[in-house]
């Protein structure tokens, strides 16, 4: 369920990344056939709220305003990666996970998650500046540094500023339907959905010139998904041991060659179920999954939905009458009803 939804609000906080979950659930669009959502921001310090760069933010909402929430938004502030947070706030996120809320960060708001406890042992992501950090202040996390977003329902967190669109519009999408978030991003005027993920924003100590060995076995892979791939054959088509393959790999994309693999095959499978009507076992075959049972194992594990679901998600089937309050979680593996 999405329908009330808190932002929380320390002091030095961003207003661009505040107004990113402002603008995906604090906008009434119900005229528009679109759901609406109970929105509030809330003071987790004292109110007035210091915003940068030198403005305040009034609200008359407390800690006390997180109970009634299905989601809380913590939007990135200054020093957010050294500072300590409020101890009330922590406790309040940990309760609210607790009782089954969602929790979202957008970029550096990762550090509050972390602070309470959220992240430990979960999949989780930050800004790419300060992913080293978040893994050293919270060594408990499994912090991967090159994506725009993780979900770990019930908690989400997110890059950089746009990363957080990225994982709203996910999280909306997810629990409510493709046409909504389509709706949402059309008004927007951003992508509903973005390939890739952060690493192609890393700043590298050394400049490449040309294609890099590791950029054109990426290639050679992308275009034979349907092989068997080992770190072996893509080592070989960048010219490198597999040992210094694997270690420039990670420098450049921020994940393993496993994992970007993986990754790839996953997102050839969602093509190919959003776009043909090809059985479950040629989907399969053409993505290099074993067989159908891996397919759908492998889909469940890491987008938390079947392939069957996921195709009858985005290939525009009716929701019924209950289209704007769907209760499915999707997120925990469970199937459309």
Same mark, same amino acid.
């Given at each position: 369920?999405l329908?009330n939804?808190?932002a929380?609000?320390?002091?030095?906080?961003?207003p661009?990344?505040?107004?990113?979950?402002?603008?995906?659930?604090?906008?009434?669009?119900?005229e528009?056939?679109? &759901? %609406?959502?109970d929105?509030? $921001?809330?003071a987790?310090?004292?109110s007035?709220?210091?915003?940068?760069p030198?403005?305040?933010?009034?609200? /008359?909402?407390?800690?006390?305003?997180?109970?009634a929430?299905?989601?809380?938004a913590?939007?990135v502030?200054d020093?957010?990666?050294?500072?300590?947070?409020p101890p009330?706030?922590?406790?309040?996120?940990? @309760?609210?996970?607790?009782?089954?809320?969602?929790? $979202?960060?957008?970029?550096? +708001?990762?550090?509050?998650?972390? #602070? #309470?406890?959220?992240?430990?042992?979960?999949?989780?992501?930050?800004h790419?500046?300060?992913?080293a950090?978040?893994?050293?202040?919270y060594p408990?996390a499994?912090?991967? /540094?090159?994506?725009?977003?993780?979900?770990e329902? &019930?908690?989400?967190t997110?890059?950089?500023?746009?990363? %957080?669109?990225?994982a709203?519009?996910?999280?909306?999408?997810k629990?409510? +339907?493709s046409?909504?978030?389509?709706?949402?991003?059309r008004?927007?005027?951003?992508?509903?959905h973005r390939?890739?993920?952060?690493?192609?924003y890393?700043?590298?100590?050394?400049?490449?010139?040309?294609?890099?060995?590791?950029?054109?076995?990426?290639?050679?892979?992308? @275009?034979? $998904?349907?092989q068997?791939?080992?770190?072996? @054959?893509?080592?070989?088509?960048?010219?490198m041991?597999?040992?210094?393959? #694997?270690?420039?790999?990670r420098?450049?994309?921020g994940t393993?060659?496993?994992?970007?693999?993986?990754?790839?095959r996953?997102?050839?499978?969602?093509?190919q179920?959003?776009?043909?009507?090809?059985?479950?076992?040629?989907?399969?075959a053409?993505?290099?999954?074993?067989?159908?049972?891996a397919l759908?194992?492998q889909?469940?594990?890491s $987008?938390?939905?079947?392939?069957?679901?996921y195709?009858?998600?985005?290939r525009?089937?009716?929701l019924?009458?209950?289209?704007?309050?769907?209760?499915?979680?999707i +997120?925990?593996g469970? &199937?459309? &009803?």
């Amino acid at each position: 369920m999405l329908k009330n939804v808190a932002a929380v609000l320390l002091d030095n906080v961003h207003p661009f990344e505040l107004g990113v979950v402002c603008e995906v659930f604090g906008i009434d669009r119900r005229e528009e056939g679109l &759901p %609406g959502y109970d929105f509030a $921001l809330v003071a987790a310090e004292t109110s007035p709220v210091r915003a940068v760069p030198g403005f305040t933010i009034s609200t /008359p909402h407390g800690l006390d305003r997180l109970d009634a929430a299905d989601l809380i938004a913590v939007p990135v502030g200054d020093g957010f990666h050294t500072r300590d947070f409020p101890p009330a706030l922590l406790e309040a996120l940990r @309760q609210a996970v607790a009782r089954g809320a969602r929790v $979202l960060s957008v970029c550096v +708001g990762a550090f509050v998650l972390g #602070a #309470a406890g959220l992240l430990d042992g979960r999949r989780c992501t930050t800004h790419w500046r300060y992913a080293a950090a978040l893994a050293e202040r919270y060594p408990e996390a499994e912090v991967e /540094p090159g994506v725009l977003y993780v979900d770990e329902d &019930p908690v989400l967190t997110s890059a950089g500023t746009s990363a %957080g669109i990225d994982a709203c519009l996910h999280l909306v999408r997810k629990l409510q +339907g493709s046409d909504v978030a389509n709706a949402i991003a059309r008004r927007m005027v951003v992508p509903p959905h973005r390939e890739g993920g952060q690493a192609q924003y890393i700043e590298r100590p050394v400049p490449h010139s040309g294609e890099s060995g590791v950029r054109m076995a990426m290639a050679w892979a992308e @275009q034979n $998904l349907e092989q068997e791939i080992s770190v072996d @054959q893509l080592s070989a088509h960048a010219c490198m041991s597999p040992r210094t393959f #694997a270690r420039r790999f990670r420098m450049e994309t921020g994940t393993t060659p496993y994992r970007w693999l993986l990754a790839q095959r996953l997102l050839g499978a969602q093509q190919q179920l959003e776009n043909t009507d090809a059985t479950m076992e040629a989907v399969a075959a053409r993505t290099g999954f074993l067989n159908a049972a891996a397919l759908r194992h492998q889909f469940v594990r890491s $987008l938390g939905i079947t392939p069957n679901a996921y195709r009858r998600a985005f290939r525009g089937s009716s929701l019924g009458a209950t289209k704007w309050g769907r209760t499915d979680r999707i +997120g925990t593996g469970a &199937p459309f &009803p």
